[in-house]
């Protein structure tokens, strides 16, 4: 009775579970879509997506996509032919027990009069989907917790999705092999099915066929002949030969010498317990952990083969990414292929990786307050992206990964904290979006590092001209002093051919206007210390590092280099300080 209102808990809290993270879909969010719409609308919303794909052609591509990336995995058969073989070794011999062995006495029994899991060919089926669901977990630890992959992390839920399934399959071959040899389960069987002068016979046949482990007897062929008309008689039509669990019984073997001592403790029941428990602990735990994906990530699949060929509402492209941020696997394909992962090591900030910055970006989007200092990283890790797009193309789970950080990027600029990157020329994909984000929208997060420079270095502002920083206080450009008088900025004459040749200033018909000190000014600026010019000229901040300058100049001039040290060294000092004093915050 107990396990039966055990096995009833584990289904409420699955499908509170799915309810709760079904609901979070339309709920939360952090892009355009997300604000202003209610859960009902988005919800609305996604049904009429629903309805209009499916019953318009689209119906095609979603059953192409189910075939061809929900069962077929082609997105991982092209990155590794293992690595696909131990996904699809998982996800078919999981949905085989799922169906066969776990549901058997509802669906199987069905299908199948005179069903028993004890009997071929559900002995071979069950033990060869085990096997098979064995070695893809096997692959799976192996490539998670030996192969040394670039630019991938493992987190606790990594190691719990390996963990819940491998006790659930060890506990579960334990105990068919333990079962096999128990000679205390074979007299319970011998009590309810047969009689007491049966067991001598049975038991010598099934010592000789079964592989029960029976205490020392007697047994004569006379016995054994006995014992096989007895066991076709009472046993046959429930129990075949146990060697068709090859798995099982190979165990079995391995344990004939223990086998007495297990009985003796009452391990058959004992195993039962654990691996009945750890099935419904996965089952009731699967929708709030990584196993989760398992219902997310063949959604965020279709849903994403079915948009290519559209662009959704923004409701729906809010509802998209939150499916997207739970089908995630943290497997950190995009880590080892992104652009920029090298430069985690460099500003030390793991959220650089597109793989750390889904459960940020999870907190971000449920609205959990994650600190100033994590809000930073995380903000930093999303725009120090080059767009490339090499993670959304790699990504086994079909998404849509630039998606996710554009829509992010607004959303933590928004919230007030300067960027730097923005100051870089990283920011040229955001410039392209200033039709779509709107003037004020774009400009804002521009001008807001430029501003916490000016305070830092104590300029009153950067475009009206003034000097508050006096000439000769160079102390923070102390090394840049240095290396501008170890360059070759000394050979300069002024002849103005980096700035004819840079195409930033070739944009504007009053560039001095527009961009304050040009390419050869800010060279003269930099050589009289006058810092609060060079820094409030729009041309530092515009220079898209393109080295044309550099190579046009007839004295070997390192204008783009020296450019880029200005900058550096204004952002270093700034960013320092604001996380020294986030840092000192309680």
Not at 40 to 47: C, M, Q
Not at 94 to 117: E, I, K
Not at 371 to 385: A, F, K, T
Not at 414 to 437: M, Q, Y
Request: overall charge positive; charged content about 20%.
């Amino acid at each position: 009775m107990r396990h039966t209102v055990a096995l009833w808990v584990a289904l409420a809290v699955f499908a509170a579970g799915l309810a709760v993270r079904g609901s979070a879909w339309f709920r939360n969010g952090f892009g355009a879509g997300a604000r202003g719409t209610t859960g009902a609308s988005r919800l609305a919303a996604a049904a009429r997506g629903v309805a209009g794909a499916l019953l318009s052609a689209r119906i095609l591509t979603i059953g192409g996509s189910f075939v061809q990336d929900v069962l077929l995995q082609r997105r991982i058969r092209s990155l590794s032919a293992a690595r696909w073989l131990a996904h699809e070794l998982m996800f078919l011999a999981f949905v085989a027990l799922l169906l066969m062995h776990a549901l058997g006495s509802v669906l199987t029994a069905r299908l199948f009069p005179g069903y028993q899991p004890t009997l071929e060919p559900f002995l071979l089926l069950r033990d060869l989907f085990g096997a098979a669901l064995l070695v893809g977990v096997a692959v799976a630890a192996y490539r998670r917790f030996v192969v040394a992959v670039p630019r991938r992390e493992t987190r606790r839920s990594d190691s719990y999705a390996i963990a819940i399934v491998a006790l659930i399959l060890v506990s579960g071959i334990l105990l068919e092999a333990v079962k096999i040899g128990s000679y205390a389960r074979f007299q319970s069987m011998v009590r309810e099915y047969a009689s007491d002068a049966d067991e001598a016979p049975l038991a010598a046949y099934w010592a000789r066929e079964m592989g029960t482990v029976a205490p020392a007897l007697a047994a004569s062929p006379a016995l054994a002949a006995r014992g096989r008309e007895l066991h076709e008689q009472s046993c046959a039509t429930c129990h075949s030969r146990p060697q068709a669990a090859f798995v099982g019984y190979a165990a079995a073997a391995l344990l004939r010498p223990v086998s007495p001592g297990l009985d003796a403790i009452g391990a058959p029941r004992i195993l039962w317990l654990v691996h009945f428990y750890a099935c419904l602990a996965g089952l009731a735990l699967l929708p709030f952990t990584k196993m989760f994906h398992l219902f997310a990530t063949p959604l965020s699949l279709i849903v994403n083969a079915v948009v290519a060929r559209g662009k959704p509402s923004p409701a729906n492209a809010a509802t998209k990414q939150m499916i997207e941020l739970d089908a995630c696997t943290h497997c950190c394909t995009c880590s080892a292929r992104c652009s920029m992962a090298m430069a985690s090591d460099a500003v030390r900030n793991d959220t650089v990786l597109p793989s750390e910055k889904i459960s940020a970006l999870r907190a971000l989007a449920t609205g959990r307050d994650l600190g100033r200092s994590e809000l930073r990283s995380l903000q930093e890790g999303v725009c120090l992206c080059t767009a490339c797009d090499r993670c959304t193309v790699s990504c086994p789970s079909g998404i849509d990964l630039l998606g996710l950080w554009l829509s992010a990027r607004e959303a933590l600029l928004a919230k007030g904290e300067p960027e730097f990157t923005l100051l870089s020329p990283l920011s040229l994909r955001r410039r392209l979006l200033e039709p779509e984000l709107g003037p004020a929208a774009y400009r804002e997060p521009v001008e807001r590092p430029r501003r916490a420079i000016a305070a830092h270095f104590g300029f009153a502002a950067l475009a009206d001209g003034s000097s508050v920083l006096a000439p000769g206080d160079d102390r923070p450009w102390s090394a840049l002093r240095r290396s501008l008088q170890a360059s070759t900025v000394a050979g300069c004459f002024g002849c103005k051919t980096c700035s004819t040749a840079c195409p930033v200033v070739r944009t504007f018909e009053n560039p001095q206007k527009a961009l304050g000190l040009l390419p050869h000014q800010i060279l003269y600026a930099a050589r009289l210390r006058l810092w609060d010019l060079v820094l409030g000229s729009n041309m530092l901040w515009d220079c898209l590092g393109c080295y044309q300058c550099q190579e046009h100049c007839p004295q070997g001039v390192g204008v783009t280099d020296i450019l880029y040290e200005l900058k550096n060294v204004a952002i270093a000092q700034t960013g320092a300080a604001r996380r020294a004093e986030t840092e000192a915050r309680p």
